[in-house]
């Protein structure tokens, strides 16, 4: 198995409240990927990034910020959390997009109420 | 709007029926992935295809990549309730830093 870990693997918030998600990865692969998965929506990206302090959004970044100070932590980041933002959090690691196999963490629980 | 479009979204078959599932885009892809993903895990790769019209096999999973590099099929033969679960295309363009998740195809075989 890929060495991608997510943590909290479920959370409960409240409207308005920060919350943090990390990613963390031993495979050293330049790319990282946060998605969130919503029924009849597939996974949807959220901000990706490129390498250390290289990151960009993705469809459904509002709401949501990143940061990328090391290789192999990524972290996203509710400044405050909304009903809306309750999904399943997915963070995902390549070497380089499309070509190379996608690697997934197990997910995060988030459930804003 | 989803830049991938997968159809159908839900399919319950029962064991050892043939099922087609569908990926389409009006985007060009350099690549095209097929994932499947289990209940409270992760998605996983299926397979890769890169050229226009390529077909590739896993077992009785045949996956072709369309001639204009915008569409996607998977098909399988005689499915087992093993095969069950969330079937995810995903695609890279060109330059793009970015992979794109269709919005999914949920199968259930029946025993």
Redesign the interface.
């Known amino acids: 198995d890929a060495g991608i870990t997510q943590s909290p693997r479920h959370k409960v918030t409240e409207t308005g409240t920060p919350v943090t998600l990390r990613c963390h990865q031993t495979e050293n692969h330049r790319y990282m990927y946060w998605y969130r998965q919503d029924p009849g929506h597939g996974l949807r990206l959220i901000h990706y990034s490129y390498g250390v302090k290289d990151t960009d959004k993705g469809e459904v970044s509002d709401g949501y910020s990143v940061s990328r100070s090391k290789t192999e932590d990524f972290l996203l980041t509710l400044e405050s959390a909304t009903s809306s933002q309750t999904s399943v959090y997915f963070c995902a690691i390549s070497e380089s997009p499309g070509n190379t196999e996608a690697f997934f963490g197990q997910g995060t629980r988030l459930t804003v109420v | 709007t989803?830049l991938l479009e997968?159809s159908p979204?839900f399919l319950s078959i029962q064991e050892g029926e043939n099922l087609t599932v569908y990926c389409n885009s009006s985007s060009v892809?350099?690549?095209?992935?097929w994932?499947r993903q289990e209940p409270?895990?992760?998605?996983?790769?299926l397979v890769?295809v890169?050229t226009g019209g390529e077909v590739k096999k896993l077992k009785r999973l045949t996956f072709q990549f369309g001639d204009a590099r915008k569409d996607s099929s998977l098909h399988i033969t005689a499915a087992q309730p093993g095969d069950t679960g969330l079937y995810?295309c995903?695609?890279?363009r060109g330059s793009?830093?970015?992979?794109?998740?269709?919005?999914?195809t949920q199968l259930t075989v029946l025993p």
């Open positions: 989803q997968q979204q892809f350099s690549s095209l992935q994932y409270g895990e992760g998605p996983v790769l890769t890169v995810l995903a695609g890279a793009a830093r970015q992979l794109t998740f269709g919005s999914g």
